[in-house]
């Protein structure tokens, strides 16, 4: 028998096409009367439509959303969200439009609505990363859980087909590390299963047809259900690495993770045979790390991490931030790992799978680990 404990969500989830012509009713069902629009700078077309659809109960926009969450830029938003009055916040965009509404949210309390535009899953979460003097922090905290989540698929087919194929791996990378979570559970799993099916199944068309409606469909729904694993369950050294990569060298998000899943899952494999079983069930091949590579490399994902402005050097450094507080993961973290698996991921090489001769050998260093359970994105 296993035990296990199961977080459920509190946020509502509507989807479908055309759903955004439901964001009036959705936001007066919560109360809300003066709603507060986000953005990034080239949505404001997009924006301006929410705006009218809204009517009297759009307060104004703020298009400033930018990478990362920047303090400063939160700033002038909580400061903009006062003046006008705003009861609450719409973020109309990806995971950087949804960040910067948790953070309003967390200094306001205002009550959070979202329009998804992208897969990376954020407003599934209740996981907030800021950026403040050139750091990024990352914390789970339940009060940026958002109220509504509205999906609709029309706007995700203007997502250029390169940006859809590395914010898809980005989602499968948060389905792929639930499978192994410390603090898995059935419900977790069944859903992490069901969103790597989704996203193995559409990402080939979208980036065959990225007007192809059923297949965005279909990986917008693989992006809920991987979004929701990562709001439930802790993720584990892949989402570590690159945390590390994303704060120390200011690489992109979305394409580190395209990049270094693989490896990671090369790595972990011998300690998870079970959510090995299951990716390779929605990649069959010679393993669930190849598998990974392979698929990238069919949809022209990045490879390698010196093509994304990764310095070579960089390589030992960021192994040592790895290991130094490393999250807890299925198979020990030690530098010398990550710095085997960071070269080959550096270099664009294929994954290695370790036997489990070296995952014994390993497995001893465990018992005078220090490495610390933390759960993050
Ligand atoms: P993003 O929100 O920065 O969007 C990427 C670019 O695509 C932007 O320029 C945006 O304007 C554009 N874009 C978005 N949707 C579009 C559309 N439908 N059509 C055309 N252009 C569109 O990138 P992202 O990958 O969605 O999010 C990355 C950020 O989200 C990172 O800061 C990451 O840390 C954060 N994130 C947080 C969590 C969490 O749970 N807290 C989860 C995943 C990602």
Redesign the pocket.
């Known amino acids: 028998m296993k035990s296990f404990v199961h977080r459920g969500q509190i946020t509502k989830v509507v989807f479908g096409s055309g759903t955004r012509s439901r964001v009036p009713a959705e936001a007066d069902a919560l109360g809300c009367r003066r709603v507060l629009i986000l953005?990034?700078?080239?949505?404001v077309s997009r924006a301006a439509e929410m705006s009218e659809l809204l009517g009297g109960a759009a307060a104004g926009t703020f298009p400033e959303?930018a990478?990362?969450?920047p303090v400063e830029v939160t700033e002038r938003a909580v400061a903009y969200a006062r003046a006008v009055g705003a009861d609450s916040v719409l973020a109309m965009?990806?995971?950087?439009?949804?960040?910067l509404g948790?953070a309003i949210a967390l200094r306001t309390g205002l009550p959070q609505l979202a329009l998804?535009?992208?897969?990376?899953?954020?407003e599934?979460?209740p996981?907030?990363?800021e950026t403040e003097g050139g750091r990024?922090t990352?914390r789970r905290l339940p009060e940026v859980q958002l109220r509504t989540v509205v999906y609709d698929v029309d706007?995700?087919?203007?997502?250029?087909t390169t940006?859809s194929v590395?914010?898809g791996i980005?989602a499968m990378a948060?389905a792929v590390e639930s499978l192994y979570a410390q603090d898995q559970d059935p419900v977790a799993f069944l859903m992490a299963g069901e969103a790597l099916d989704a996203l193995t199944r559409a990402l080939p068309v979208v980036a065959q047809r990225p007007d192809d409606a059923e297949a965005r469909a279909d990986a917008l729904y693989g992006a809920w259900l991987a979004?929701t694993c990562?709001?439930t369950v802790g993720m584990a050294l892949h989402h570590k690495v690159c945390h590390v990569l994303?704060g120390a060298f200011g690489l992109p998000?979305?394409e580190t993770h395209a990049v270094v899943l693989p490896h990671v899952v090369a790595y972990n494999g011998p300690a998870a045979p079970e959510a090995m079983a299951r990716i390779a069930q929605a990649l069959p091949g010679t393993d669930a790390a190849t598998g990974l590579f392979d698929f990238a490399g069919r949809l022209g994902a990045p490879t390698a991490l010196r093509d994304l402005g990764m310095p070579e050097s960089g390589v030992a450094q960021a192994a040592e931030l790895v290991a130094q507080d490393a999250y807890w993961n299925p198979r020990p973290v030690d530098p010398g790992a990550v710095r085997a698996l960071l070269t080959r991921a550096w270099a664009g090489e294929g994954p290695v799978t370790s036997s489990g001769s070296e995952l014994s050998r390993v497995g001893s260093f465990i018992e005078h680990s220090t490495t610390t359970g933390v759960h993050h994105?």
């Open positions: 953005c990034t700078p080239g949505h959303a990478a990362h969450t965009g990806g995971g950087s439009t949804v960040g948790k998804p535009t992208t897969y990376a899953g954020s599934m979460t996981i907030l990363g990024k990352t706007l995700t087919l203007s997502l250029p940006v590395v914010s980005n948060h979004g990562l709001g994303g998000h979305a994105a």
